[in-house]
């Protein structure tokens, strides 16, 4: 069964480092996301991208924040100057559909630890 | 804004107990509805979802969800729990309005099975 792969599965930086997370979404998706879940929290949605286009951002998704898509398979997101508070599972998805009717399939994550 | 509310934080239960987790939502309009498991050091994976028709939702691994409209309620159920549940559940909607594909979860219920 295809299935979203993504690296690394763990990553240590400092504060103020730039990090990219990476992201092969299932092949036939054209639909991405990216989430991400604090330690003891909800998963919380960052973005959605369709066409080379963002579809939607979360208002944690700011400035320090990027999406990209720089080939056919991989989907990207870097944070450029990391926080403390950026500490958290990063989860990548995709689907075939966007939407109502559309079954978002997600990565193993990556857990970021800033210090 | 919308919200997802599971109502159970921690259920500790052995074998064979039957099973059942709260999950309601804010949101008045069209929405498809999802319950999301992840087992110990695992990625999220879908368990089953509503998406329209029958509100009785069958998914794998003899889980069941119920769709009440209503109540704005899509609980979770198993008749008899195994050991290998052990695992965090998740419930999230999508709304149709907007259709970006954002995925709001609610917090988590974490489940303990005794053998």
């Known amino acids: 069964e295809p299935e979203v792969t993504q690296t690394p599965s763990h990553q240590v930086t400092q504060m103020g480092q730039e990090v990219i997370l990476r992201c092969v979404p299932i092949s036939n998706h054209l639909y991405f996301y990216w989430y991400r879940q604090i330690l003891g929290q909800k998963v919380e949605f960052l973005v959605s991208?369709?066409?080379?286009?963002?579809?939607?951002k979360s208002e944690i998704f700011d400035d320090q924040f990027s999406v990209e898509r720089p080939d056919g398979s991989n989907f990207t997101l870097k944070i450029r100057s990391t926080k403390l508070e950026d500490s958290a599972m990063y989860f990548c998805a995709s689907s075939e559909f966007q939407g109502i009717g559309g079954t978002q399939y997600f990565g193993p994550g990556t857990r970021l630890l800033v210090l | 804004a919308q919200s997802v509310s599971q109502h159970n934080h921690h259920v500790i239960l052995s074998e064979a107990a039957s099973l059942e987790l709260g999950c309601n939502y804010s949101y008045g309009g069209t929405v498809n509805l999802f319950w999301y498991v992840q087992y110990p050091g695992q990625h999220l994976q879908l368990l089953l979802k509503y998406f329209s028709g029958d509100p009785l939702v069958k998914g794998i691994k003899g889980f069941e969800a119920e769709f009440i409209k209503s109540k704005f309620s899509f609980n979770l159920r198993k008749p008899s729990v195994q050991w290998s549940d052990t695992a965090e559940y998740f419930c999230?909607?999508?709304?149709?309005?907007?259709?970006?594909?954002?995925?709001?979860f609610g917090q988590g219920t974490t489940l303990q099975v005794k053998p």
């Open positions: 991208f369709y066409n080379n286009e963002i579809s939607e």
């Open positions: 999230a909607v999508i709304k149709a309005s907007g259709n970006t594909g954002k995925l709001i």
